[in-house]
């Protein structure tokens, strides 16, 4: 009747959203290119320069340059308003860096308010300082992190050690040691906060200087615990990095055995060409003594000193002994460092976590390094996030400590929300596990894995390869694993023939005549596959002519299938 008074849904909407918006600041995100901001800024009232900043500010949240307004903004710093100074510093820290030369126009107020008795006004000013990247004031910024490095507010202190890296990346040479003594004075603070930002700065400028880590060591393994997590981290791998500089590997870690065992591997003078039927060692295992001996020498010598191959006692002082071995019962060092990342093997973040039991594994005895599985397998089922990466290193310890995990296997079956490279770890992990008590159940698995998956195949020959004399006592499971590989490969047999040199490798180890049959088919149907399996073929029937007459009717038969073929 009266349409005039009428209210559609748009201008109720329009209504609504007014009245949310009264007494906040959403009207600032309206107009991008408001022309009311320039006089703003040059307002003699400080609430006028506050709307006017904010407005920027909020651009800036929107992606928008507004750097054109530096010049404006910068003189406002000496404004006396706190309110007014802290929005002018959040701009200057955006865009100190990319007009360094017009900041440099403030330096002087920058410097005056290091001395404000607002500990938020030094801490502000210092991190404007440091973010002008200029040689010009190098001096005058390393002058004020000194002096903010002994100042009484911790979060002064903080800063000043967040300010060390970018003034370390000036490469100023004369500023080095400076640099490096007020690295020395912060690892010595008594707040967690302060030694994780100095942790931080120390493996961004002088991750080899021992030591200023010497001389804090217990100190900074009893602070440790308390240290923010992401500052754990870096510190974990700081501390670990000096025991072992220091030190060397603990002789009753599992690390110091697989050390000693690649050492005695490299000194065999064995052929790679060769192919012999007989068990050459488990070569998961040369894999992980492979890594213990990267992750020992990168340790001792420094990771880009063993990457690039240049002189260690370049660069190390002479009191840190490369090819030093140590025992973790009676050195307090090893002891501290293990007792005091203990806690932290049950911390809530997964990266803490996985860095804590790094330490474990390198240096706990290894009646000891059970303590690591149950900590690692609550992250593995609690997140998601980081499941791949716990898998990884689940992976590299299944490897060479088996018995770890094999109570456990039952976690490391497949989900169906598992990725496909969460899968094949998965299986890889249950491959390095498997005894004869969980075979039936595993196979079951890998089972209904190789269709989703085809890596499995070349998963469970491995399995088969370590755990041939188990998987004969139940020789029903070992022809259907052997039967479900066998079509696999026949889907693609290019793209699985390590799948068929591992299983004709472990052809003197697999008794059952059924599974031996089809591996000796394998051997006739694929003699021309590649470029290893050719060069097998020979000394693959040298071996069959061997044991030909100890073979079953079954097995004969088929030796003899497969020598018409290749011929």
């Known amino acids: 009747m009266f349409p005039h008074f009428g209210a559609t849904s748009d201008t109720l909407s329009k209504a609504s959203t007014m009245v949310f918006r009264i007494g906040t600041d959403a009207h600032l995100y309206d107009d991008p290119e408001d022309v009311n901001i320039a006089p703003l800024l040059d307002s003699r009232f400080d609430s006028e320069k506050c709307e006017a900043l904010k407005r920027l500010l909020a651009l800036i949240a929107q992606g928008f340059d507004v750097s054109n307004f530096f010049p404006q903004v910068v003189k406002n710093v000496a404004s006396q308003s706190l309110e007014v100074k802290k929005l002018v510093y959040l701009y200057l820290l955006h865009y100190a860096e990319k007009r360094p030369n017009e900041a440099l126009l403030s330096i002087n107020c920058f410097q005056k308010d290091l001395g404000d008795p ?32 002994r100042d009484p507010s911790v979060y002064v ?20 040691s400076a640099i490096e003594e007020i ?58 990095h000096y025991v072992i500089a220091r030190h060397g590997l603990v002789k009753e870690s599992i690390m110091f055995s697989l050390h000693c065992k690649e050492k005695s591997h490299s000194e065999k003078d064995d ?64 002891k501290i460092l293990l007792q005091c990342t203990s806690p932290l093997l049950w911390s809530h973040n997964s990266a803490v976590v996985l860095a804590a039991a790094g330490v474990h594994w390198i240096m706990a005895p290894r009646e000891d390094v059970k303590r690591i599985v149950k900590p690692l397998l609550f992250v593995l089922r609690s997140s998601n996030a980081s499941k791949y990466v716990v898998l990884c290193n689940i992976q590299v310890f299944s490897k060479a400590m088996p018995n770890l995990f094999v109570p456990h296997y039952e976690d490391f079956f497949v989900c169906s929300s598992d990725s496909y490279q969460v899968k094949a770890l998965k299986l890889e992990i249950l491959s390095s ?72 490798r472990r052809l003197d180890s697999i008794k059952v005549p059924a599974a031996r049959a089809m591996v000796i088919w394998m051997v006739g149907e694929y003699s021309s596959l590649g470029d290893t399996i050719p060069k097998m073929v020979a000394t693959v029937f040298k071996y069959l002519a061997w044991c030909f007459t100890r073979e079953a009717l079954e097995a004969k038969l088929q030796i003899l299938n497969t020598s018409i073929k290749v011929l």
């Open 157 to 176: 202190r903080k800063c000043a050690a967040n300010a060390l890296p970018k003034l370390h990346d000036l490469h100023l040479e004369e500023h080095t």
């Open 433 to 504: 596990i498997v005894t004869e008590s969980s075979i039936t159940s595993i196979f079951k698995e890998f089972q209904i894995c190789f269709p989703c998956v085809p890596k499995a195949a070349v998963n469970f020959a491995e399995f088969l390869s370590s755990d041939g004399g188990s998987a004969n006592e139940d020789a029903s499971v070992l022809i259907q694993a052997i039967m479900s590989i066998k079509s696999i490969i026949k889907q693609d047999p290019a793209s699985h023939e390590k799948v068929i040199i591992q299983l004709v």
């Open 271 to 334: 052929s790679d060409g060769n192919f012999a039927l007989e068990d050459s060692g488990d070569i998961s295992m040369v894999n992980v003594s492979e890594l213990a001996n990267v992750v020992s020498r990168s340790y001792i010598e420094g990771l880009d000193e063993y990457i690039t191959r240049s002189s260690y006692s370049n660069r190390v002082s002479s009191d840190v002994n490369g090819t030093q071995f140590t025992s973790g019962k009676s050195n307090d060092d090893v």
């Open 118 to 149: 607002n500990p938020l006004v030094r801490a502000w000013a210092l991190r404007t300082m440091a973010g002008i990247r200029l040689h010009v004031i190098a001096s005058l910024v390393l002058v004020a992190v000194g002096k903010c490095a």
């Open 183 to 240: 690295i020395g004075i912060l690892l010595n603070d008594h707040s967690p906060g302060v030694v994780g930002a100095a942790a931080s700065a120390f493996a961004s400028v002088c991750p080899d200087n021992f030591s200023l880590i010497g001389r804090n060591y217990r100190k900074l393994c009893h602070i440790l615990p308390d240290v923010e997590e992401w500052g754990q981290i870096i510190l974990i791998g700081i501390l670990l």
